[in-house]
């Protein structure tokens, strides 16, 4: 296993800055997760690191070793790629060979990567058939041991699952889990999916503009965002945000066209003691109904509006305040357009975020 360090690294196309300063430690066997949208650095992020592009400033160190200016090859890394840069003439064991034979890697040594590489990945039935007669999944795990047969320290995973279908994401993600829990290596993982990263990390680093927004744990990320793009990016369906005002004192409250929401048990930060323009969010998730809404800090009356049946529950959508709001209920209740309805939540579980910087209150 080896860690991995980034200090101060930057990456400048020309005036635009892609990267800007990330400061980044990555613990043996970790496996760390890079999320955020199209645009914000992670993929450019994960390059650096393998050395397929070289950083405008800062250093990389793996397993404390200083490998900025060093070739991908010598970095004792392996990665996976979002398509699946297969040999086609080669067979998938041509394939899973073909990088250890130009290491000159031992013939008996080459094989016995490739026997456990297959073993593990399930592919032993595959091994003489060329890519063309594969399957999207079977390519990817034909992709991910090519990156085990090398037998490094850290993986580096581009978005290796976002040409499959929904079906197979959901079984390789599992595969890569049970991958990383029998290996222990260093797992670095780029995705713009947010049910891949909360379900594989360990961490989640969320970008935004080529800076990491947040890094913690995933339940910790979901569940007290620091700002409202890491709120918004995470849930679906997303966050409820209620625009009104943060009137802190000796009976906190958040208020919005008329509502007024108790926040006696909310923990404001050191930027919640004075009074200002405030988003309040609410987890769809987290809003109780009917008589369960009766015994919770606040509670409104609402009027249904849309119903959207999702199979294991059902997504519901009404106002409060004037403004969108929308919650979850079990499937096996049944709720009509026109409906009136009871609504509530602690505001201790919610977010409360500066309207003009966006930052946690």
């Known amino acids: 296993m080896a860690s991995v360090e980034l200090r101060g690294i930057s990456l400048n196309f020309g005036s635009f800055e892609v990267l800007k300063a990330l400061d980044l430690d990555i613990p043996e066997g970790e496996f760390l997760v890079l999320l955020g949208p199209s645009g914000c650095g992670k993929s450019t992020l994960l390059n650096c690191i393998a050395g397929l592009l070289d950083v405008s400033d800062g250093q990389i160190f793996i397993n404390g070793r200083n490998v900025t200016w060093e070739e991908p090859k010598d970095r004792g890394i392996g990665m996976v790629f979002q398509s699946y840069a297969l040999y086609p003439q080669m067979t998938v064991e041509g394939n899973l060979s073909f990088g250890l034979k130009n290491a000159s890697v031992p013939r008996d040594e080459v094989a016995r990567r490739i026997a456990r590489a297959a073993e593990m990945l399930q592919i032993e039935p595959l091994l003489k058939r060329k890519p063309a007669a594969l399957s999207g999944g079977?390519?990817?795990?034909?992709?991910?041991?090519?990156?085990?047969?090398?037998?490094?320290?850290?993986?580096?995973?581009?978005?290796?699952?976002?040409?499959?279908?929904?079906?197979?994401?959901?079984?390789?993600?599992?595969?890569?889990?049970?991958?990383?829990?029998?290996?222990?290596?260093?797992?670095?993982?780029?995705?713009?999916?947010?049910?891949?990263?909360?379900?594989?990390?360990?961490?989640?680093?969320?970008?935004?503009?080529?800076?990491?927004?947040?890094?913690?744990?995933?339940?910790?990320?979901?569940?007290?965002?620091?700002?409202?793009?890491?709120?918004?990016?995470?849930?679906?369906?997303?966050?409820?945000?209620?625009?009104?005002?943060?009137?802190?004192?000796?009976?906190?409250?958040?208020?919005a066209d008329g509502l007024a929401i108790p926040l006696d048990r909310y923990q404001a930060g050191g930027n919640g003691k004075t009074a200002q323009a405030a988003e309040f969010g609410v987890r769809p998730e987290h809003v109780a109904i009917g008589e369960a809404a009766k015994s919770l800090p606040f509670s409104e009356e609402v009027t249904v509006e849309i119903v959207e049946p999702m199979g294991s529950d059902t997504l519901v959508w009404a106002r409060l305040a004037g403004q969108n709001f929308t919650f979850r209920v079990e499937s096996e209740k049944a709720l009509s357009v026109g409906q009136k309805i009871l609504v509530g939540f602690d505001p201790g579980r919610a977010s409360l975020f500066d309207a003009e910087k966006g930052e946690r209150i």
């Open 138 to 255: 079977q390519r990817q795990r034909v992709a991910i041991g090519r990156a085990l047969v090398r037998d490094v320290d850290v993986f580096l995973f581009d978005e290796p699952l976002s040409n499959l279908d929904a079906k197979l994401r959901s079984e390789l993600r599992v595969e890569i889990k049970r991958l990383h829990q029998r290996l222990r290596n260093t797992m670095i993982y780029v995705t713009h999916d947010q049910i891949e990263a909360l379900t594989l990390a360990d961490r989640i680093a969320v970008m935004k503009g080529g800076v990491i927004q947040q890094l913690d744990a995933p339940h910790a990320i979901y569940n007290r965002p620091v700002n409202r793009f890491v709120a918004g990016f995470l849930g679906s369906p997303g966050m409820n945000f209620l625009a009104g005002r943060h009137e802190p004192g000796t009976n906190p409250r958040f208020s």
